[in-house]
């Protein structure tokens, strides 16, 4: 893993590719997308993106843009199972940790506990993620386009749990309170 002297994603300017700026303008929830067998797997991986969208169909799909030179961009073909799990404000150092930012001593799947014995890891306090399948793999631009199905959703409504949203704007996270919330 490498851990960057700055932030790859902040806005430095004309420095900066144009894509990467007008792309760090477009705010984007934060998620964490994993693979492998189960929670305890060894060969699992996980990559934090923001690139991320929803088709809805029959059935829905989930679109996201990977690193091809990732743990987790060299771990999937079609058929692979995902998780995806949408983070929350209380999450920044799994999600830094995931996107090779900031040092996990012992690895960033030591930072919380897991769940998923028969799908890919799920923080054990998700409050939203779903289970799915790759069906397509496609290379766009320096990425890879990842078309996944979705065979299961969770997302927990209750008003006593509605966490701060974890969103990525212009190289940096922000805090969206819940709707009602501070």
């Given at each position: 893993m490498t851990i960057h002297g700055e932030h790859p994603f902040a806005d430095a300017g004309g420095?900066?590719?144009p894509a990467r700026r007008l792309r760090g303008r477009l705010a984007g929830r934060v998620t964490l997308w994993t693979s492998g067998a189960t929670a305890r797997s060894p060969d699992r991986a996980g990559l934090t993106m923001s690139s991320v969208m929803v088709a809805t169909g029959d059935p829905a799909e989930l679109l996201g843009l990977?690193?091809?030179?990732?743990a987790?961009?060299?771990?999937?073909?079609?058929?692979s199972p995902l998780a995806v799990t949408v983070l929350d404000w209380s999450h920044r150092q799994l999600a830094d940790a995931f996107a090779g930012?900031?040092?996990a001593p012992g690895g960033p799947w030591r930072l919380t506990s897991w769940r998923g014995e028969d799908h890919p890891p799920v923080p054990h306090d998700a409050s939203a993620y779903a289970l799915a399948e790759v069906v397509d793999l496609q290379e766009v631009g320096w990425s890879t386009l990842v078309r996944a199905r979705l065979d299961h959703l969770s997302v927990r409504e209750d008003a006593?749990?509605?966490?701060a949203e974890l969103v990525h704007h212009r190289g940096r996270y922000r805090r969206l309170a819940p709707p009602g919330g501070s």
């Amino acid at each position: 893993m490498t851990i960057h002297g700055e932030h790859p994603f902040a806005d430095a300017g004309g420095e900066k590719d144009p894509a990467r700026r007008l792309r760090g303008r477009l705010a984007g929830r934060v998620t964490l997308w994993t693979s492998g067998a189960t929670a305890r797997s060894p060969d699992r991986a996980g990559l934090t993106m923001s690139s991320v969208m929803v088709a809805t169909g029959d059935p829905a799909e989930l679109l996201g843009l990977v690193d091809p030179d990732s743990a987790l961009g060299e771990s999937l073909e079609v058929g692979s199972p995902l998780a995806v799990t949408v983070l929350d404000w209380s999450h920044r150092q799994l999600a830094d940790a995931f996107a090779g930012l900031t040092p996990a001593p012992g690895g960033p799947w030591r930072l919380t506990s897991w769940r998923g014995e028969d799908h890919p890891p799920v923080p054990h306090d998700a409050s939203a993620y779903a289970l799915a399948e790759v069906v397509d793999l496609q290379e766009v631009g320096w990425s890879t386009l990842v078309r996944a199905r979705l065979d299961h959703l969770s997302v927990r409504e209750d008003a006593e749990h509605d966490p701060a949203e974890l969103v990525h704007h212009r190289g940096r996270y922000r805090r969206l309170a819940p709707p009602g919330g501070s």
